[in-house]
């Protein structure tokens, strides 16, 4: 099977991933995100893989979900839709997966970094959730994964200002499990995916399961409450002009309703 916004390489018991919407700097639109789970739908079903490795180009991992498509849409369109549904079964996968991030990963694409189980690095890339400056707030699970991983204050400086962390400080503030040199992130991502593959699927499994017990309950509460008020923005008229001036590159003049 092949896709259009993603390339599928096999190699032994790990899957490679590689996003591949160069143009838009691999911004998550619908396609993709329908192509990824395919993708995943097709290695998890099959027994002869035991880790897969997601990542993007050298410039991006992913630029965030992509605001061409969403620009235009209504309050009824993304609430009956449930905009961004799909991108949940990416979380919800039962084998290992390893997000091996060079370049920016904003918005849904530090998003998706996060519904992996780990994150390396390379010493290029940039972390950060800037839906704020599009009038919008994260809705892929950012207000949720990112306060778990980092702690309320460095969570809510990045979401309410959109700045963006180095690799360096994402390792350090355990965003990143290790940074690697851009060069060396793909093959020392690949080595670790194979030691990993090389493992008991069930008990890598059943580790997988047990840690993100760890993260559940209240996760859930909250992922919810996330979405439908993202849903919820849809009905802002900042919401309409921070993404109409993304889209015709000009500073946005909100008008703060
Ligand atoms: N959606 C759609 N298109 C995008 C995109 C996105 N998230 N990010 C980049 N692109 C497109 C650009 O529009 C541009 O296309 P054109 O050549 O047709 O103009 C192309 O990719 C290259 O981008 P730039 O020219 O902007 O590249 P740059 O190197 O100057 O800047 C960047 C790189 C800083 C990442 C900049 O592209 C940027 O700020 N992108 C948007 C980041 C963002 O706001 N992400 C959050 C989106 S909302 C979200 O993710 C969802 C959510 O949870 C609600």
Excluded: W
């Amino acid at each position: 099977m092949s896709y259009e916004t993603l390339l599928l390489e096999i190699r032994e018991r790990v899957a490679l991933i590689t996003l591949n919407r160069p143009k838009a700097l691999n911004a998550l639109n619908s396609q993709l995100i329908a192509e990824l789970n395919q993708a995943l739908d097709r290695l998890e079903a099959d027994p002869a893989i035991g880790c897969i490795v997601l990542t993007g180009s050298p410039k991006a991992f992913a630029a965030g979900a992509d605001i061409k498509e969403m620009a235009e849409l209504s309050f009824p369109q993304i609430y009956l839709d449930d905009f961004f549904a799909a991108a949940d079964r990416i979380a919800n996968r039962r084998k290992p997966i390893i997000a091996a991030v060079a370049g920016y990963a904003l918005g849904g694409g530090c998003e998706l970094a996060l519904m992996c189980d780990f994150i390396y690095a390379a010493d290029n890339a940039r972390f950060g959730l800037p839906e704020i400056t599009l009038g919008v707030l994260p809705a892929i699970g950012g207000t949720q994964r990112l306060t778990h991983a980092l702690g309320k204050a460095k969570a809510m400086e990045l979401c309410l200002t959109g700045r963006q962390l180095t690799a360096e400080e994402a390792e350090r503030a355990g965003l990143v499990a290790r940074v690697f040199a851009a060069e060396q992130l793909l093959e020392e991502t690949l080595k670790v995916a194979e030691g990993i593959a090389a493992k008991s699927l069930t008990a890598t499994m059943m580790i997988k399961e047990s840690v993100n017990r760890a993260f559940e309950g209240s996760l859930s509460e909250g992922l919810r409450f996330e979405r439908r008020i993202f849903h919820a923005v849809f009905a802002t008229a900042d919401q309409k002009e921070g993404m109409a001036a993304f889209v015709e590159k000009r500073p946005p003049q909100f008008t703060h309703r």
